[in-house]
């Protein structure tokens, strides 16, 4: 693999090492690209995401944090931040986050989070508007080797949230959170079906009132 291949070899998975890996992700040119890596293959991601992801990925985010702090359960979230594991894994998800004991483990001052040093997030999302395959597929066996107890993907196109709890090195496919008991994800694909036809304030407003119960 040299650089013009990759310039040119988006949003697939491409043979490569873990230090073309990092030539690629301290690459100024792949500033705003997020790159994946997993068993010897490198995936960067390049394409706009728009205002259906962004929206959704908006929604979600806020929604969780509404839910934990409704319930008092501690929580730090990161919108796309890097994980490493040396030599072998890396990934950026839309969304990530350290919940319960773990809220507070990754100190100020963090670039990337080295997970030789650091444990897994508790909980990884992906956006999934054009990469749903990819999200199911290889994306869910990289955060079932990283090692997350969950992770969704946000459906844009159905409107709906697939949500996995990881054990064991494999997942299987749940409807209610278990990072975040008592959290439905139905009603979350309630709260996403809202944002197609009303503002995130009536949807957040709703919400409230549903965690409140």
């Avoid at 072998?88 to 989070?113: H, K, L, M």
């Avoid at 990469?131 to 196109?157: F, H, P, T």
Wanted: charged share 25%.
């Amino acid at each position: 693999m040299n650089k013009t291949q990759t310039q040119l070899t988006t949003d697939t998975w491409i043979t490569a090492t873990w230090e073309e890996y990092i030539q690629i992700f301290e690459d100024p040119s792949y500033e705003k690209a997020k790159v994946y890596y997993h068993k010897g293959k490198l995936r960067i991601e390049m394409s706009p995401l728009g205002n259906d992801h962004a929206k959704d990925h908006a929604v979600i985010m806020g929604a969780i944090v509404l839910f934990a702090t409704t319930k008092n359960i501690p929580l730090s979230s990161r919108d796309n931040c890097t994980y490493r594991k040396t030599g072998c894994r890396a990934a950026q998800p839309d969304a990530s986050y350290y919940i319960g004991e773990n809220a507070d483990v990754i100190p100020w001052g963090t670039s990337f989070i080295e997970l030789d040093i650091y444990p897994p997030p508790t909980l990884v999302i992906e956006v999934a508007n054009t990469s749903l395959s990819d999200d199911k597929g290889e994306k869910r066996l990289l955060y079932e080797a990283l090692n997350v107890a969950e992770y969704w993907i946000v459906d844009v196109q159905k409107v709906e949230i697939i949500a996995f709890a990881v054990a064991n090195n494999g997942s299987r496919k749940i409807d209610r959170s278990q990072v975040l008991p008592g959290l439905d994800i139905s009603l979350l694909n309630e709260a996403l079906q809202r944002t197609r036809r009303t503002n995130e304030t009536q949807v957040y407003a709703w919400l409230l009132q549903q965690f409140q119960v």
